[in-house]
T-cell receptor
């Protein structure tokens, strides 16, 4: 089954404790992206990757890091989480040369206390 | 810059009512337009799309027509069901770019 998976689905952590949210897709997509969803703000892009070893900032990259060492994986790293990063996070992927349909993961709800 | 504006919710309807969710956009160039749906507890999934002016996207009884003259892509359904309760996002994508620009979402609740 074609899908994007994220782990964990739910995470409660404390300020300053480094964490990683994993994202994996099995569709051989070149393009992957991270979004955060906040009430009244919709979805905002954090980082994206056009292919292995190629990443770039989206609209709200502050406080986040990403890496793309393999085509299927695109982890999101919060080196020192803060309460304003409490949000619902989505990973998505698509073919390149789009805009093609983006496939979304189920989401990770992060709470930083 | 490129942006999408959609009607604010929440929208509450009775089963079998007619649904319209308005969406307008601002874009340089000629975007493709999308409606995504997010059911409770799930990620977004594509509902329908249109890639050029006057195209009509349709799926699951929902329709939207790409209107270049009014820069709009309104979502409609003739008879909603309880199972249509979800958040609906309008989005645009520019040719040659994979990036999608989303509206803020409209929450729809359908009561039996």
């Amino acid at each position: 089954e074609a899908q994007v998976t994220q782990n964990p689905r739910y995470l409660i952590t404390v300020t300053g404790k480094k964490l990683t949210v994993t994202c994996s897709q099995n569709m051989n997509h070149e393009y992957m992206s991270w979004y955060r969803q906040d009430p009244g703000l919709g979805l905002r892009q954090i980082y994206y990757s056009m292919n292995v070893e190629v990443t770039d900032k989206g609209d709200v990259p502050e406080g986040y890091k990403v890496s793309r060492k393999e085509k299927r994986n695109f982890p999101l790293i919060l080196e020192s989480p803060s309460p304003n990063q409490t949000s619902l996070y989505f990973c998505a992927s698509s073919l390149r040369e789009g805009p093609y349909e983006q496939y979304f993961g189920p989401g990770t709800r992060l709470t930083v206390t | 810059g490129d942006s999408v504006t959609q009607m604010e919710g929440p929208v509450t309807l009775s089963e079998e009512a007619f649904l319209t969710i308005n969406c307008t956009y601002t874009a340089t160039g000629y975007p493709s337009l999308f409606w995504y749906v997010q059911y409770p507890g799930e990620g977004l999934q594509l509902l329908l799309k249109a890639t050029k002016a006057d195209d009509k996207g349709s799926n699951k009884g929902f329709e939207a027509t790409y209107r270049k003259e009014t820069t709009s892509f309104h979502l409609e359904k003739g008879s909603v069901q309880v199972s249509d309760s979800a958040v609906y996002f309008c989005a645009l994508g520019l040719g040659g770019s994979e990036k999608l620009v989303f509206g803020k979402g409209t929450k729809l609740t359908v009561n039996p």
